[in-house]
């Protein structure tokens, strides 16, 4: 049996000793996409950030591939994180900020011109990021996690500020990388997302799990409405 990408056991977070996430669990394989979902101040981003090294726990375990946080360089190695607010150097141009990552991230050759093509940011490579909008500047935070080119890729909020066609396209390239074997854990507020691409859907309340769907045991046609019914539990929608 093949040893679990990301493995998550009783993951706790406490900060000023109030608890903001009690004992959280997911195990995701290779190729699996996780989806997070909740309101604000349900845990996801808290998750994310304890997952990629910026929170450290207050109890519990997290592996990727096998490696815990001990091993911090080579298990830092195996992410690729997207954070959900990022602040650019406004004087440099896209392709001299990626330039700048890529050499600080030791990505493989090519992967530069490869993101920016993905994001669909390659006429926009002598720009200067202070003229980028928000929706394009989201895409680009996107391109700088794919450089890396990681076995686990961590995407806080990926699609705010994205329009509806970067919304579907966004979702088409997770499913892309998916099929490429890369697994990726995501948050996000868009239950529509979640219905399309997820392996596995987490519904956070309050620092809780309220609700888990393994979603190869749906059928995704009615995924959708499952998923909202779920949502008017959680917040006592009539």
């Known amino acids: 049996m093949s040893q679990p990408i990301l493995e998550i056991k009783n993951l706790t977070k406490s900060f000023n000793k109030k608890q903001v996430l009690a004992p959280f669990s997911l195990q995701l394989d290779e190729g699996q996409i996780g989806v997070l979902v909740g309101g604000n101040g349900a845990g996801k981003s808290t998750i994310i ?3 990629g090294g910026i929170f450290k726990p207050s109890s519990g375990e997290v592996t990727v591939g096998g490696l815990d946080y001990l091993n911090r360089k080579s298990y830092l190695n195996k992410i690729s994180y997207m954070p959900d607010d990022f602040h650019f150097p406004t004087g440099l141009t ?3 900020w990626l330039t700048f990552y890529a050499k600080l991230a030791r990505a493989p050759k090519g992967q530069i011109e490869k993101a920016l093509k993905l994001v669909g940011l390659d006429i926009k490579s002598n720009e200067k990021l202070g003229h980028l909008s928000k929706g394009m500047r989201q895409r680009l935070v ?3 996690s794919y450089i890396r080119d990681s076995d686990l890729i961590l995407l806080d909020e990926p699609t705010n500020g994205l329009d509806p066609f970067w919304v579907s396209t966004f979702a088409d390239i997770l499913l892309q990388l998916r099929a490429q074997g890369k697994t990726i854990l995501l948050s996000t507020h868009q239950l529509d997302v979640a219905a ?9 309340h309050q620092g809780q799990i309220y609700h888990v769907i393994e979603v190869n045991d749906v059928d995704r046609d009615h995924l959708h409405s499952r998923l909202y019914q779920i949502n008017k539990e959680i917040y006592g929608f009539k």
Do not use: G, S
């Not at 399309?196 to 956070?204: G, S």
């Open 49 to 51: 950030k304890m997952i």
């Open 94 to 96: 896209v392709k001299e």
């Open 142 to 144: 996107f391109a700088q």
């Open 196 to 204: 399309q691409i997820a392996d596995v859907i987490v519904f956070l």
